[in-house]
């Protein structure tokens, strides 16, 4: 299959990703948004392609920047949000691909979404104590949801991560991966329509 798409795409995704390319090396944002938007475009039709892809092994190929995953994951997300197909993810500058590599996706989100710079541009979880240069939050008893008002200009951004996650870990699932997020049993119970108490899902000293 991946020959099959190489001997169709090879050209266009070549000039997609130079044009990325270009973007990233000019540093405009506008410009690198459009470049990503057209990248993840011709994703979506190699993947809607049937000489390319037949029956049961129809899969989706997305090409993911392992510095850009989060950015980058949001966008994959949102494109193949009512797919029926199986997401399988190559690294950029990687020759590796397979369930292996997918695997490894969804690992680094996971991990990207733990690390502190990031949970304060888009505060998604109660920040822990820190031990000196911690990078990553160690929550004790798991990773626990961070309410924000509704003023806060950082909610948008939060909101859109946990819409990705959710997408994301529904994928998972479905395809038979793990995203290893440490949440509480208060956050499963939330998303399965269940009610918190009010104390013990608050966090505690030490926590």
Not at 104 to 110: D, E, N
């Amino acid at each position: 299959q991946e020959r099959a798409v190489e001997e169709r795409f090879a050209e266009r995704r070549r000039n997609a990703e130079g044009r990325l390319a270009v973007a990233k090396h000019i540093g405009d944002a506008a410009l690198l948004n459009t470049a990503y938007e057209s990248y993840f475009e011709l994703q979506g039709q190699i993947a809607r392609d049937t000489e390319a892809w037949v029956g049961s092994l129809k899969s989706e190929m997305a090409r993911i920047e392992r510095d850009k995953v989060l950015e980058q994951a949001e966008r994959a997300m949102e494109l193949t949000r009512s797919s029926s197909c199986a997401l399988e993810v190559q690294f950029m500058d990687e020759s590796g691909f397979g369930r292996a590599v997918t695997q490894g996706f969804y690992t680094l989100v996971a991990h990207e979404l733990q690390r502190r710079s990031v949970n304060r541009e888009a505060p998604m979880w109660v920040e822990d104590d820190p031990p000196l240069n911690e990078e990553f939050l160690r929550p004790r008893r798991g990773l626990l949801v961070r309410p924000l008002p509704c003023d806060d200009p950082r909610l948008p951004g939060a909101e859109r991560r946990f819409c990705m996650l959710g997408r994301l870990m529904a994928k998972a699932l479905r395809e038979g991966f793990v995203v290893p997020l440490p949440l509480t049993a208060a956050f499963f119970r939330l998303v399965l329509g269940g009610a918190a108490d009010g104390v013990t899902a608050l966090p505690r000293a030490g926590d």
